[in-house]
Each structure stands twice: as structure tokens, then as C-alpha cells.
Nanobody
Framework: QVQLVESGGGLVQPGGSLRLSCAAS????????MSWYRQAPGLERERVAT????????NYEDSVKGRFTISRDSAKNTVYLQMNSLKPEDTAVYYC???????????WGQGTQVTVSS
């Protein structure tokens, strides 16, 4: 059974930092592209950042470029999202996603709340 467990969310002031973690189990981690998505109230879920499996290619949504960093630790089957210079508009539930483009397998975590407010 595949599980993605996020942690690290919370309340932070504008300009602050948080690091989200997503621990994956029940899958071959290297075969999956790992992404972070977010969904703010009343808005559609949007992809924030992706890191592929073998090549570790990375891409970011434009609004987070230069502020967020995605990384993965294959030894721990964990993907991270380091978020710096946080803004109120970054407030959302952040979700971890694992996707395999060959098998079309797609898994989601339960989400972790990030609130940026003074």
C-alpha cells in the first residue's frame, strides 16, 4: 500500500521560512516524479514544483521561482520543499504527489496546511 505522509506545515509570518517533508512508502521511489501541489480556498489545485526520479530534473511554478527549493533523498524515500520569503498568497494546503508516467500510477498525500500571516 502506497503512503505519502506530509509534515512541516504551520503558521509563519510573511518573510519567514518553512520546510515541508513528504515520506513515501510502498513504492519504488526512484521510479516516481515527486511534486508539491497547493490549493488555496476557492481556487484550483496548482502544481508548485516537480523533481523527476532518475535525472532529478526540476521545475517550478513561476510565482515560487527563487524562493522555493524542491529536493529528494533517495536513502530516506523523502521529498522536501524548502520555502523561503513566504508571502500571504502562499497560504494553502500543500499536497505531495508521486507520479509514474509509464504506469500512470498517481498517488497523493493527505495535505499539510501552510498559513502565512502576521
Amino acid at each position: 500500500q502506497v503512503q505519502l505522509v506530509e509534515s512541516g506545515g504551520g503558521l509563519v509570518q510573511p518573510g519567514g521560512s518553512l520546510r515541508l517533508s513528504c515520506a513515501a512508502s510502498g513504492l519504488t521511489f526512484s521510479r516516481y516524479a515527486m511534486s508539491w501541489y497547493r490549493q488555496a480556498p476557492g481556487l484550483e489545485r496548482e502544481r508548485v514544483a516537480t523533481i523527476t526520479g532518475v535525472s532529478a530534473s526540476i521545475n517550478y511554478e513561476d510565482s515560487v521561482k527563487g524562493r522555493f527549493t524542491i529536493s529528494r533523498d533517495s536513502a530516506k524515500n523523502t521529498v522536501y520543499l524548502q520555502m523561503n520569503s513566504l508571502k500571504p498568497e502562499d497560504t494553502a494546503v500543500y499536497y505531495c504527489n508521486a507520479a509514474n508516467s509509464y504506469s500512470r500510477a498517481n498517488f497523493w498525500g493527505q495535505g499539510t496546511q501552510v498559513t502565512v500571516s502576521s
